[in-house]
């Protein structure tokens, strides 16, 4: 989930500005194993809702 807030961070309007999978791999600033690690260790922890940060989905 992403927030307005974060959006509006880095100059970001909406959720498509944000760089494809496949960008971020080409520039070398993500892997596919580094992805498969984090959404295993989302799995196994308890993420808080933070219902007070509207979210993007």
Request: glycine fraction near 2%; avoid cysteine.
């Amino acid at each position: 989930m992403t927030t307005p807030h974060f959006l509006s961070s880095f100059g970001i309007e909406t959720l498509r500005d944000l760089p494809s999978i496949e960008a971020l791999e080409d520039a070398d600033l993500l892997t596919r194993h580094a992805i498969q690690n984090d959404t295993a260790a989302l799995q196994d922890d308890e993420i808080p809702n933070d219902e007070a940060s509207p979210t993007i989905e």
